[in-house]
């Protein structure tokens, strides 16, 4: 594992499927932090989370997006019924500590719906 | 209102050209950092300053954290082609969540040949 693998790197949906984004972290970084970025805005943040946990979800909307990170396997980065204001990138980052010293970013996946 | 304001927005020089960038906040912040992003990548972390005055040298790129903990610049030399990317500033604002970064909206830098 060289990096933070995100996919599928492109999600196309349409309005009303589901999108589900899975991040594998960094071999030895157990913490987890999903950021989205829309056209011409920088990176928000989403959630954070360690395994079996989420320790701040205070920057994802309280509908139709949830998060997860189970013991075994990927983080996955869930959203339901989908708009088309949910066309962005999301960025999944992960470092060793809870901390914003150094993260390692995925390559994101890009989702676009019609 | 953007807490990190990046400028200029949009950069375009020729190559051996030297620049500056900047970064500024009204807020002080305990650690920030300086990625650059390609096309259709994710953001690749080139250094994080966390004290005052701070001053980090990368090769060609030099990046000082302002005494106050609000701001920051990068100064790239003799820049190249491969330079060429987005700059983004991000930064762990001092008594919030240090795990929650706030990121600029970035410097469009173009090196040209």
């Known amino acids: 594992n060289a990096g933070v693998m995100q996919n599928p790197r492109h999600l196309v949906r349409r309005r009303g499927q589901e999108a589900r984004l899975r991040c594998s972290p960094m071999k030895g970084h157990s913490h987890v932090y999903w950021y989205r970025q829309l056209p011409e805005e920088g990176l928000k943040f989403m959630v954070y989370?360690?395994?079996?946990?989420?320790?701040?979800e205070s920057g994802m909307p309280k509908e139709r997006f949830s998060a997860e990170f189970p013991k075994e396997g990927p983080s996955i980065l869930r959203i339901q019924q989908v708009v088309r204001g949910d066309s962005a990138a999301y960025f999944c980052?992960?470092?060793?500590?809870?901390?914003?010293?150094?993260?390692?970013f995925g390559s994101g996946t890009r989702l676009t719906v019609v | 209102t953007q807490l990190l304001e990046q400028s200029p927005q949009f950069l375009s020089i020729q190559e051996g050209e030297n620049l500056t960038v900047y970064c500024n906040s009204s807020?002080?912040?305990?650690?920030l950092q300086w990625y650059r992003q390609e096309p259709g990548e994710g953001p690749v972390l080139l250094v994080t300053?966390?004290?005052?005055?701070e001053v980090k040298k990368l090769k060609r790129l030099t990046f000082q954290f302002g005494d106050a903990r609000k701001d920051s610049s990068l100064h790239i030399t003799a820049a190249q082609p491969g330079d060429t990317g987005l700059y983004l500033c991000a930064g762990a604002v001092a008594g919030g969540s240090n795990y929650k970064l706030t990121f600029g909206k970035g410097t469009l830098l173009t090196v040209n040949p």
């Open positions: 980052a992960s470092s060793p500590r809870g901390t914003g010293y150094g993260y390692t």
């Open positions: 989370l360690q395994k079996e946990n989420i320790i701040d």
């Open positions: 300053v966390v004290t005052g005055g």
């Open positions: 807020s002080v912040f305990s650690s």
